[in-house]
């Protein structure tokens, strides 16, 4: 068995690059294994407005959060090459005394007024994550404090010859592990031409069962979205799409008109809580998992990754 590098990473999502950059940047050598490119993977496909929602454990979800949104909050200093803007809009039929204290860690939030929403919601300045502007500046990033990307489909996590093995395999962790408590969370985006919005929305309909948000960026508009559960196609369905677009607009009128430019489908990989904990192979080395973070990657994967980091110390 080939044991040259020092950790290998399995999966190049934004839960694979971010604790990869943070272990090249303590020093590890690391490679990075990936079936494909990080534009190509499910967190490609997230709408990544930063906010600790459905994530457990929740305690240390909330602690992983904090510590990304520090993070967040210092690359928006530079929007166009990480690919993060802080954006200001509401969180709908959310309350300032729901959220355990924690938001007290976002400077000027506030109960949304009337004219900012039609119910009750929070007003908040938060991350806005352009995912594949961002995720092309993680990969970058990692390349330049030494670390090595390399295609390759993986059958069995057994075949990564690395003393020290990071499993970030998201969805495919349900195979690779095995662990069935993986399960697959299919979302539907429609991407419009951005008509001028530049607050975010997302309105929850507690009868319907729905979650309508639209995120701006400033050449597109991401409208969503769906969240089904055990469903695997990854093709989009048109009649969705067009009540996607159609709960937006209710919203914003101005979203009806918009020139659709594309259409994405992500599957999130949801588990009853996110795994991060250490496992020692009967050779000698180390298996450390980081996966089932289903739709708050992004709003965690600074802090999981260090807390990942941490545990693949020898």
């Known amino acids: 068995m080939d044991l040259s590098g020092d950790v290998i990473v399995v999966g190049s999502g934004v839960i694979g690059l971010t604790t990869a950059v943070v272990l090249a940047e303590s020093g590890r050598r690391v490679r990075v294994w990936t079936r494909e490119p990080a ?82 919601g929070l007003w908040a300045r938060l991350p806005l994550i352009d995912m594949p502007v961002h995720l092309r500046w993680l990969r970058e990033r990692f390349l330049k404090s030494g670390g090595v990307i390399e295609t390759r489909t993986v059958a069995d996590l057994a075949e990564a010859g690395a003393p020290v093995v990071v499993n970030c395999t998201g969805l495919g962790a349900r195979e690779l592990v095995p662990d069935p408590a993986v399960r697959p969370v299919r979302g539907q985006l429609v991407i419009v031409e951005n008509p001028g919005i ?17 995120f701006p960026h400033p050449d597109r508009l991401i409208l969503g979205g769906t969240a089904d559960e055990d469903e695997w196609s990854l093709s989009p369905d048109p009649a969705v799409a067009a009540r996607i677009v159609a709960r937006c607009a209710a919203l914003r009128p101005e979203i009806a008109g918009a ?3 594309d259409h994405r489908v992500g599957l999130r990989p949801v ?9 020692p192979l009967a050779d000698g080395r180390l298996l450390v998992h980081n996966y089932g973070h289903g739709g708050g990657g992004v709003t965690v994967a600074w802090g999981c990754a260090r807390e990942a980091a941490a545990l693949a110390s020898r």
């Open 198 to 214: 530049r607050t975010y929305l997302v309105s929850t309909d507690a009868t319907a069962g729905t979650t309508t948000y639209f």
């Open 271 to 279: 588990r009853h809580a996110v795994r991060i904990e250490r496992e």
């Open 259 to 261: 020139r659709v430019l």
């Open 39 to 120: 534009e190509r993977t499910t967190s490609a496909v997230a709408g990544a407005l930063w906010w600790p929602y459905r994530i457990e454990p929740e305690a240390k979800a909330r602690a992983w959060a904090l510590q990304s949104l520090t993070v967040y909050e210092e690359l928006a200093r530079h929007p166009e090459e990480t690919g993060v803007r802080l954006v200001e809009g509401v969180q709908g039929e959310s309350r300032v005394d729901e959220q355990d204290g924690w938001t007290s860690r976002i400077p000027g939030l506030r109960a949304s007024t009337a004219e900012e929403y039609a119910g009750t």
